[in-house]
């Protein structure tokens, strides 16, 4: 692995954007040795300890703890702060920040751009999605089928968490319906529920739901997570970049979002270090600004920008190739796209641009749930991600939270001010000072419960990414312009999550004056919403930060951007890969789908490069 600033070579392959999707296509070509050109827009500077050591310090001296709060922001490879989204969402003007908000709902999930990508602040969750989620249309009536089946992606699933190295117990997985190959098992022992886990599971076990006119079963299960733990069958965890026997398991310090200190989650910079110099060459602080297209449809090559110094200026380049591969983030990838003018003859481009819209209540336990210890989910409530109700109103995921309320008044600072009227607490806002303030907090913190509800999106092409010629940032380059907006099938579930929220809670004993259903006061994304009861209810969500969509993957060319292999249905030597390939969202975080169909996108990148 070199780096490089102005390479002269023809490659093999060159792959724009060096997150976990870019590191995967690098490592599987280079491991048949071809020559790939790695370029990133960001810095490097996690590939060193002592460099992502100043990531760990930016992180203990922001006053904001928000996901990307230990990386320094890049003026010449810019990345949306969540403080910047809600000042849009309330009116502030669009040239705050770098993503452009038009609503009607503000799509209020963060991405980073940086060498390692949005795998240095994401939360590690792998599960893989269901059988029934690729043909959701078939079975209940909505969204679309995918080109591939679950069968089909079953040896990649497989590839990739040992690639990543998966915590998980297979038993609890196969219990939610998903099948594995005879034998198999992941390279890691789960990683142990929580006690809050434990309490809940407790207390819910034998609990019944009804969604649809269904009874649905309450089953707390351990979630599959790209965090070290115990290794099975001889597998070696793979410790920190440059400094390796740190972070060979899981230490619990609570900070997994924005980063974990000693990098015992997985995050792509540990696939790049460990690339073959001799087949890949990594440009970093290199923007690529357009796929240029040649007389028989076939890209020649790309145009970058780069820059020695972050908003300093900028020296053009190019480079060539056999083939190219976009394999940055579902944003920039459609940004990219749109600015070369590539692979839109359907006009699928941008569009179908999907979260999961987050949603989460809160409650204070009689007793003490040992709240802040560990990773922020160990289990969830899984049994719920699929049922007949999915041709009605969408299908979730349960997050139960290990720290306390966190994104609901931000503890401790929230607990500590108090100052948001809808949310119980005292603090300073009462004046609570000294030792009465520090029994109160030392009482009311470890009981602190916070349930999520990480809810299906459907496809829907109104929900897009465009670009402006309104819009550039420092360098000139285009800002993403995001139209967003959640369908009543989404909205519809929020109403179920709050009588799914109110049985746990019952069932743990909760008084209803400490279980709190209503969203935090000043929610940008606030909705007062007519449900299928006639009864109108106040609902809010947040963003999950799983941007999916805006490439779709599909079997015709008149509507998706690329075939069942991620391969441009408009430019036979252009594979445009990750989160933005997958046509739905289901329920499950997509980066373990998005490695997995990455992955046999790259077997056939190498049928062309043989």
Known sequence: MTAARRPTERFDAIVVGAGPIGAHVAKGLSAQRKRVLLIEAG?????????????????????????????????????????????????????????????????????LRSLGGTSLHWLGTTPRHLPN????????????????????????????????????????????????????????????????????????????????????????????????????????????????????????????????????????????????????????????????????????????????????????????????????HAVENAKLLLASGAANSSDQVGRNLMDHPFFYTWALARESMGSFRGPGQTSGIESLRDGEFRSEFAAFRIDLGN?????????????????????????????????????YLGDTLPRQVRIGFDIEQLPEARNRVTISREYKDAIGCFRPVIDYSVSDYTWQAMVEAIGISRAVYQAMGIPDD???????????????????????????????????GTHRMGLSRTSSVVDRNSRSWDHENLYIVGCGSLPTTATANPTLTAIATTLMSVKDMLTQLR
């Open 514 to 548: 400490q279980t709190f259903l209503k969203p935090p006061a000043n929610l940008p994304d606030e909705r007062n919403f007519r449900a299928r009861d006639g009864k109108d209810h106040l609902l809010h969500f947040v963003g999950a930060g799983h941007h999916i």
């Open 43 to 111: 810095r490097a500077s996690g590939l060193t300890w002592e460099g992502y050591r100043s990531y760990v310090e930016n992180y203990h001296t922001a006053v904001v703890k928000e996901p990307n709060s230990p990386y320094p922001q890049n003026e010449s490879a810019p990345s949306p702060m969540a403080a910047d989204i809600l000042r849009i969402q309330k009116g502030t003007p669009d040239l705050v920040g770098y993503q452009v908000e038009r609503g009607p709902q503000g799509f209020g999930s963060t991405y």
């Open 403 to 439: 720290w306390g309320w966190d994104i609901v008044n931000f503890p401790p600072n929230g607990d500590v001010t108090g100052v948001n009227p809808s949310v119980p607490g005292a603090g300073l806002a009462n004046n609570m000072f000294g030792r009465r303030l520090r029994s």
């Open 133 to 328: 989620d690729f043909r959701i249309n078939t079975l209940y009536g909505v969204g679309v089928d995918w080109p591939v089946t679950y069968d089909e992606l079953q040896e990649y699933y497989c590839e990739a968490e040992w690639s990543i190295g998966v915590s998980a117990n297979r038993d609890d997985q196969e219990k939610l319906g998903v099948w594995f190959p005879e034998g198999y098992d992941y390279p890691m022992e789960r990683i142990p529920p929580s006690y809050s886990d434990q309490v809940i599971a407790e207390a819910t076990a034998g609990l019944k739901v009804e969604l649809a006119g269904r009874a649905y079963a309450v089953v707390v299960s351990s979630l599959a997570q790209a965090r070290n733990s115990i290794p099975r069958k001889g597998y070696e965890p793979v410790g920190a970049v440059g400094n390796p026997e740190m972070g060979k398991r899981c230490e619990g310090n609570a900070s997994c979002i924005p980063i974990c200190p000693v990098q015992a989650k997985y995050s792509s910079l540990k696939t790049i270090a460990a690339l073959d110099p001799d087949y890949v060459t990594i440009m970093t602080q290199t923007v690529v600004t357009k796929l240029t297209i040649g007389p028989n449809g076939r890209i020649d090559g790309v145009e970058y920008l780069q820059y020695d110094e972050e908003g300093g200026p900028t020296s053009p380049g190019s480079a060539t190739a056999t083939i190219f591969v976009v394999a940055g």
